[in-house]
């Protein structure tokens, strides 16, 4: 970071104001979220067909619940993120999220020429761990560079990729859904060009500041104690004490909704087309609403409210909680049918841009010290997704029976996260990353 980039960043710092350098490197940081999201859902559109055409079974080793449970919706994301979060805290953000895309588009190209089941998997497991390992490093680079009365927004940004991935998506998806499975393939094929233009203008961004000056403080006082305990103490810091608390706040809200939100974003089209309620493109056109529905919410809602105080956070959170759990109660009294599918994807969609991932993105920038930052969120995030592909594999066994079991469920999850989010929910709302960490230093 040059001098008048330094200079730029504490004025903005203290204003609250976002430079056209910072909404740049958002939307390319922000990329991360739109090829995981992008992934998540293409694998979801393409569930049926690749079941049809490779002739995986509904359960088993080689069917669609071990798919969806290997993949970047879930254990793949899982192992990426453990590893991802721990070495961009130890090497730097920009190594890993430069250089994991590559890996990425090798992966999706394995699926989207996929002749057979191992090819299908493969794939889908080494997309997930690219991903992965670039949420973590990608997010901890925004909330790094971005201004105390900005983090909210721009990490808030972030989530409007991951919203615009999907829905990209999924309109390929509809519209070429004329071609079965050759749609789909040429649905991947999108994702590996994606993934290449951005591998290329992420070159030309530098190193987080934040995170080479912890470094360099880190590096000095691991010297001084002439050894590695340092540095072994620093990961034993992140389970007890005020970290801890944060870990098990952020990492368990975030499990619970992402349970229901991972269920939504991969198996909507499955169980659509499966249960009767429509077609192929009626399943892509219902999940497609959805994602813009988010979008819409987060832009006009969250972006602009999240910074502003503790109080509206919570509020937000209380609201969007509560729109989530009605979304998903409604299939215990109603058919699923299109108009209740509607109704729930935009209740769930409006609920989830304000009491979701965004939210825990944020928090997850805003707890833990900068050399425990990445690894505190590879963390929970592995931990939700390795949750969530176990309970991934059950899904297609669950939906056989109908929407109800799965309903009841995910009502429960969600008023499980709604319940934790907002009762626990710490005050860091517009504070810098410098004065969180002291007042989170003298509490304990």
């Known amino acids: 970071m040059t001098m008048d980039q330094s200079t730029q960043a504490t ?38 067909l690749f079941q049809d055409e490779l002739g995986l079974s509904d359960s088993g080793l080689t069917g669609v619940g071990a798919l969806a449970a290997i993949g970047p919706n879930a254990i793949g994301a899982a192992v990426g993120a453990f590893i991802g979060g721990r070495l961009g805290d130890k090497l730097g953000r920009k190594r890993i999220y430069q250089w994991d895309l590559l890996v990425y588009a090798a992966a999706i190209l394995c699926i989207a020429f996929a002749v057979n089941p191992a090819m299908l998997f493969i794939g889908t497991f080494v997309v997930g761990v690219a991903v992965g390992a670039d949420v973590p490093t990608s997010l901890a680079l925004v909330g790094e560079f971005s201004p105390a009365r900005a983090r909210g927004k721009l990490l808030g940004f972030t989530q409007v990729a991951w919203n615009v991935g999907p829905m990209i998506v999924l309109l390929l998806a509809l519209a070429l859904s004329s071609l079965d499975l050759l749609g789909i393939r040429i649905v991947f094929l999108h994702l590996f060009v994606v993934a290449l233009i951005t591998w290329a203008l992420r070159r030309g961004m530098t190193e987080s500041a934040v995170w080479k000056a912890a470094a360099e403080k880190t590096d000095k006082a691991i010297k001084a104690a002439k050894g590695t305990a340092a540095a072994a103490a620093g990961v034993r810091d992140l389970f007890r004490g005020a970290h801890l608390k944060a870990l098990l706040w952020t990492g368990s809200f975030y499990l619970f909704w992402n349970l229901a939100a991972g269920t939504a974003g991969l198996f909507t089209p499955y169980m659509v087309k499966n249960l009767g309620a429509g077609g192929q493109g009626t399943s892509v056109a219902l999940s497609c609403a959805g994602f813009g529905v988010g979008i819409a919410a987060t832009v006009l809602v969250f972006m602009p409210l999240t910074d502003r105080d503790h109080r509206t956070r919570r509020m937000l959170w209380a609201v969007g909680a509560v729109m989530q759990i009605a979304a998903y109660a409604l299939f215990l009294w109603f058919p699923f049918t299109v108009p209740t599918i509607l109704l729930n994807t935009f209740l769930f969609g409006v609920g989830a841009a304000i009491a979701g991932e965004a939210v825990y993105k944020t928090f997850s920038q805003e707890l833990f010290p900068t050399m425990l930052r990445g690894t505190a969120q590879g963390f929970t995030f592995g931990a939700a997704r390795t949750c969530l592909g176990i309970w991934s594999y059950f899904v297609p066994h669950l939906a056989d029976s109908g929407i109800s079991t799965i309903a009841a469920l995910l009502t429960a999850f969600l008023v499980l996260s709604g319940g934790i989010g907002y009762f626990f929910m710490p005050d860091t709302a517009g504070k810098s990353l410098d004065r969180i960490e002291a007042e989170r230093r003298a509490a304990v």
């Not at 490197?25 to 049926?48: C, E, F, P």
């Open 11 to 48: 004025s903005a710092e203290a204003e609250g104001t976002v430079s056209r350098q910072q909404w740049k490197w958002s939307v390319l940081a922000g990329m991360a979220s739109y090829l995981d999201a992008g992934s998540i859902v293409a694998l979801g559109a393409g569930l049926a």
